[in-house]
């Protein structure tokens, strides 16, 4: 070959090498270009992937967040619908503030006789009976002066039909006291009777006056303004107490009672049997408490500004009560603190109560079933002293507390079978409630001497919520006592069937009651 040649060839298949090298560089640079697009790619939904997981992971928190939104929703809508759903039957509401949308629930559990409402067939008929001639304080004449048809002259015929009509009138009396002075002959000296405590200014209001005053606010919930107005109205305006009058006579009232208090409450302690409660009042716009001790015949009331143990031990009732006595309320878990003695009995009319509620808000076939069971056997016992019975059988007595505890059996499967959105709680702590005061909701059952029901307490306080409705709070505590101290003289008068109005005349006259004199003797406790 030729030297030519061979150079020739030697470009040739150099330039080839070449041609492929950089078709191979090119190549590869394509595919370099093309894995970093495809990186990129990859980086960007890498990134996608991560947004939406943490997208995914936001509604999921979102989701959950809303479903517990729901469901405490749900809780509040169901406790709503109770709160709505509660009345006479199931609460303590009283029917005043059944809502316009119910029907109004009136509690009675007596026994319908089947006999029509009204009046009985060979019932007396109440009515007032004629004066005797003895009685009759004034007469008035009704008849003609001439003849109605023709003006002739009228002669009497005799016939006289009487009719009596009882009524009285308000007259003022303004009394002038008069204290002479005298000298005695013999010896020379000068005398005049002292002039009386509640005679010290030149013009007062009389007892009957007084008395009028404290009867409107402490027996009527008169407000004290009213009470002036009242008065004044009654006395044509003659008579016209001021309201700063009235509140300094409630003060100087509750001061003169100190030692009745200090003996009702003496009293009291001797009781075997004693019912207490208390309920909610306002003083200066915040809640406080008014207390009531006693029984059918004594009524202690006292004020607190707070409803704790502190203000039940200053009471000084519960404290001082001997193991022998027995304390009726509410389930007060306060009485069974270790500083107390006495034995608890329990309401049995507000656990009929929560048995119906629970019924009610969670359609439970053993709360139907235990509050029938209660009312029947009060049924039974009502019946068994209507016959003079003095106790059940025993028999009766081990049949009550066997179906009972069957009762208690199957409310606690339906309580854990039928898991409650709401009030589910409430459920269990009624089921444990029923379970460990089971001997204080039911020592009736086995004795007649003890009540079934705190309801002489709840009567005893509902004067008091009345009296808020009307006067709305109390200035302070100090009047809130004068108005606890004065109820417990009247209210314990009012039960041994001494009028008020004498009861108060007394006190004004700085004679008031004694317990031993309302009570008749010293052991009429």
């Known amino acids: 070959m030729k030297k030519a040649d061979t150079v020739r060839t030697y470009y040739v298949e150099h330039d080839e090498a070449a041609g492929r ?18 990186q990129q790619i990859y980086e960007i939904e890498r990134k996608e992937k991560e947004r939406a997981l943490a997208l995914i992971a936001e509604l999921e928190q979102r989701n959950q967040e809303a479903e517990a939104q729901l469901e405490a929703m749900k809780k509040e809508v169901a406790r709503l619908h109770g709160i709505l759903d509660q009345n006479g039957r199931n609460s303590g509401t009283p029917t005043s503030k059944t809502p316009l949308s119910q029907k109004k629930v009136i509690p009675n559990t007596r026994e319908k006789t089947g006999r029509k409402q009204g009046g009985q067939a060979g019932h007396p008929k109440a009515k007032l009976k004629g004066f005797s001639e003895q009685e009759v304080t004034e007469h008035q004449e009704h008849g003609y002066e001439k003849c109605p048809e023709c003006g002739g002259v009228l002669v009497p ?102 030692l009745f208090v200090a003996d009702l409450t003496m009293k009291i302690l001797l009781l075997a049997l004693v019912y207490w409660d208390d309920t909610v009042i306002f003083i200066n716009t915040k809640r406080a408490c008014l207390r009531f001790y006693g029984n059918e015949k004594l009524a202690l009331y006292f004020a607190h500004e707070h409803k704790d143990k502190a203000g039940i031990d200053r009471d000084g009732i519960l404290p001082k009560l001997p193991e022998t006595a027995t304390v009726m309320h509410d389930h007060n878990k306060v009485n069974y603190n270790d500083d107390y003695n006495f034995r608890n009995i329990e309401c049995n009319a507000h656990l009929i109560r929560d048995l119906q509620k629970t019924a009610d808000r969670l359609d439970r076939k053993w709360a139907v079933d235990m509050k029938e069971h209660i009312q029947g056997a ?42 409650a959105e709401a009030y589910y709680q409430d459920e269990a702590a009624l089921i444990r409630r029923l379970l460990e005061y089971k001997n204080n909701y039911f020592a009736w059952v086995s004795c007649f001497d003890l009540p079934v029901t705190n309801n002489l307490s709840e009567r005893s306080l509902r004067d008091v919520k009345t009296h808020m409705k009307v006067s709305g709070q109390f200035q302070n505590k100090e009047y809130a006592g004068y108005y606890a101290t004065i109820k417990s003289y009247l209210e314990t008068c009012r039960r041994n069937e001494i009028n008020e109005m ?14 031993d004199e309302i009570l008749g003797n010293s052991n009429a406790v």
């Open 21 to 38: 090298t950089r078709y191979l560089e090119k190549l590869n640079a394509e595919k370099d270009s093309e894995i970093a697009r495809l």
């Open 502 to 515: 004498t009861a108060l005349t007394r006190l004004l006259a700085g004679a008031p009651f004694t317990v």
């Open 378 to 419: 009060i049924r039974d016992r009502n019946q068994a002293l209507a016959n003079g019975k003095e106790e059940f059988e025993f028999a009766y007595i081990e049949n009550f507390f066997s179906r009972f505890n069957q009762i208690m059996i199957e409310a606690n499967e339906e309580h854990d079978k039928n898991p």
């Open 157 to 258: 015929t005799g016939e006289d039909v009487q009719k009596d009509e009882l009524d009285y009138k308000v007259v003022v009396i303004k009394r002038r006291h008069h204290f002479r002075g005298f000298v005695c002959q013999n010896c020379g000296k000068r005398f005049r009777q002292p002039v009386p405590e509640n005679l010290k200014e030149e013009n007062q209001y009389g007892e009957q006056t007084q008395a009028l005053a404290l009867s409107l606010v402490n027996m009527g919930n008169v407000s004290i303004h009213k009470a002036g107005r009242i008065i004044c109205g009654l006395s044509q305006g003659d008579v016209y107490p001021t309201d700063g009058y009235i509140a300094k006579l409630q003060r100087r009232a509750a001061d003169s009672l100190r």
